[in-house]
Nanobody
Framework: QVQLVESGGGLVQSGGSLRLSCAAS????????MGWYRKVPGKLRELVAAITSGGTTNYAHFVEGRFTITRDSAKNMAYLQMNSLRPEDTAVYYCTADRPASSPIASTRYWGQGTQVTVSS
């Protein structure tokens, strides 16, 4: 089992930057991908970015080169560097971690508690 704790959220003006951190603990040795999702009230949660154990990254279209996901496996940490923030980026951001499941094509998804990011105009 994996526990994830996000930090680094807060208030920032439009155009500003913020770095989110995610600390993983528990059964961390077999974590595959880690990632970031975000949730706005009334809307479905959406993928922001993901990174595999091998360093392959995947970004949502709305990032447009503004965000960068990184990972420090030795520290069991994942990060999301967010630049050129916009008001529409306001959401609760959640860290995720995937571990292998019984099925060879399935994984168990673990979620953090979320951290609020608010971007003002």
């Amino acid at each position: 089992q994996v526990q994830l704790v996000e930090s680094g959220g807060g208030l920032v003006q439009s155009g500003g930057s913020l770095r989110l951190s995610c600390a993983a603990s528990g059964t961390v040795e077999d974590i595959n991908a880690m990632g970031w999702y975000r949730k706005v009230p009334g809307k479905l949660r959406e993928l922001v970015a993901a990174i595999t154990s091998g360093g392959t990254t995947n970004y949502a279209h709305f990032v447009e080169g503004r965000f960068t996901i990184t990972r420090d496996s030795a520290k069991n940490m994942a990060y999301l560097q967010m630049n050129s923030l916009r008001p529409e980026d306001t959401a609760v951001y959640y860290c995720t971690a995937d571990r292998p499941a019984s099925s060879p094509i399935a994984s168990t998804r673990y979620w953090g508690q979320g951290t609020q990011v608010t971007v003002s105009s």
